[in-house]
């Protein structure tokens, strides 16, 4: 087992949220499959397993990622320097509804605050151009989008109402082009700009 995987079953073990096996190898083969990814941001580290892993894909990738937990931050820090990958890592410890910058990015990976993807998609709008891809995880939020008898829970039942409404909009939404992977992992949708 190499040692990303390694640190992917020890965070599993700890109930650290990563991304589902299945989701990330996808997002994985789409890179790999697209020479043109090179700069990326990630909303949502963890503790940078899925910014490791997207910056193993090709040695001209960089990756800003952020987040908004200390104690993941740190973690994070840590796991990017053992991977010998802070310099082409860089993570902030930041909501990512307050990080600007003039940068502009190929792929952005949204995987922080489910309720948010909205406004993170409009905030960082501005940091992209027509042919940048924004990759959006959890959109099925364990079945309980489409199944809202699967939970008795409050706020996950206003989370999932919210990524319900947010999966619909995108997809009648001119300015993208849509796939959505329903079957992918907790629910992938890829829009790529097109306007
Ligand atoms: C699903 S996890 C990310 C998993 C990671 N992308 C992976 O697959 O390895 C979501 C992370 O987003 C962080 N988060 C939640 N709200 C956030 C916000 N507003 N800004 C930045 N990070 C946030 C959480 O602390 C959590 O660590």
Redesign the pocket.
């Known amino acids: 087992m190499d040692k990303l995987e390694e640190l992917t079953q020890e965070?599993r073990r700890e109930h650290?949220?990563?991304?589902m096996d299945d989701g990330?190898t996808f997002l994985l083969e789409y890179i790999r499959d697209h020479p043109g990814v090179m700069k990326i941001l990630?909303?949502?580290?963890?503790?940078?397993?899925?910014?490791m892993k997207m910056a193993s894909v090709r040695e001209n990738i960089t990756i800003d990622t952020?987040?908004?937990?200390p104690d993941?931050y740190q973690q994070a820090v840590a796991n990017i320097q053992e991977a010998e990958l802070s310099d082409r890592v860089f993570v902030h410890l930041?909501?990512?509804?307050l990080f600007t910058t003039e940068k502009y990015y190929d792929l952005f990976?949204i995987?922080?605050?489910k309720s948010?993807y909205r406004m993170y998609l409009e905030h960082f709008w501005k940091n992209s151009y027509v042919g940048s891809v924004f990759v959006f995880?959890?959109l099925n939020f364990h079945g309980i989008v489409d199944h809202p008898e699967y939970s008795e829970n409050r706020s996950t039942l206003q989370m999932t109402r919210k990524i319900k409404k947010f999966r619909d909009a995108i997809q009648s939404d001119d300015r993208f082009e849509v796939a959505w992977h329903p079957e992918v992992g907790d629910g992938v949708l890829l829009a790529k700009r097109i306007r």
Do not use: K, R
């Not at 990630?42 to 899925?50: D, F, H, N, R």
């Open positions: 965070a650290v949220p990563v991304m990330m990630e909303c949502g580290t963890a503790v940078g397993l899925s910014a952020l987040e908004v937990d993941m930041t909501d990512a509804a990976f995987d922080a605050a948010q995880d959890n």
